[in-house]
Nanobody
Framework: QVQLVESGGGLVQAGGSLRLSCAASGRTSSSYAMGWFRQAPEKEREFVAAVSRSGDSTYYADSLRGRFTISRDNAKNTVYLAMNSLKPEDTAVYYC??????????????????WGQGTQVTVSS
């Protein structure tokens, strides 16, 4: 079992940056592939980025590649999402998740076992 707590969300102007953190407790997070997802108002939750257990492999939603960077520090049991050049359409609740799937990076939400409570990111125009 692992508990996930996101932080770092907030209000930012378009073009700005934020770095989200996801702190894991319980079973060590290095046992899990990790991912970030987001859900905008009245939209379904969507995949943002994923990172492998070691941190060596990453994968991004096509539309976000180049602006968002996922990373992890297993010594701190923390996963990060650095977001640059933010746009109003990036406004959403951002969730981190942990997967016990054997895949290196995990895209499908159904393959994630644990979820955080989410952190709100609002980008003003």
């Amino acid at each position: 079992q692992v508990q996930l707590v996101e932080s770092g969300g907030g209000l930012v102007q378009a073009g700005g940056s934020l770095r989200l953190s996801c702190a894991a407790s319980g079973r060590t997070s290095s046992s899990y592939a990790m991912g970030w997802f987001r859900q905008a108002p009245e939209k379904e939750r969507e995949f943002v980025a994923a990172v492998s257990r070691s941190g060596d492999s990453t994968y991004y939603a096509d539309s976000l590649r180049g602006r968002f960077t996922i990373s992890r520090d297993n010594a701190k049991n923390t996963v990060y999402l650095a977001m640059n050049s933010l746009k109003p359409e990036d406004t959403a609740v951002y969730y981190c998740a942990a997967s016990s799937s054997p895949y290196t990076t995990v895209v499908a939400q159904t393959r994630y076992d644990y979820w955080g409570q989410g952190t709100q990111v609002t980008v003003s125009s």
